[in-house]
């Protein structure tokens, strides 16, 4: 499983979840993920139809998507996805 986010640097709720997803990267070694800047990547928010900022895109080995979720969210929930699929 790998988790795409999306996010830009004048994107307040992007700044509100970088530190959130630190605390879950550093808490889950294993789990591959991946940070696109939308000003910096248009290629990729392009690739993935991203509309709004932030954007969670989780994977599956396969690079299909599992689930996507959209703003602020809360770390439990996040945490739950990925446990749930994490050997997916």
Known sequence: MK???FGAIWC???LVMRPMW???EADMPNLKTE???ADLNPEVIKK???KNLPVFIFLDKNDNEISRLKGIQNKEDLVRIVKENIDK
Do not use: A, G, M, P
Request: aromatic share 20%; glycine share 0%.
């Open 3 to 5: 988790v795409l986010k």
């Open 12 to 14: 307040k709720e992007c």
């Open 22 to 24: 630190e605390e879950i």
């Open 35 to 37: 940070y696109y800047d």
């Open 48 to 50: 993935y139809e991203v």
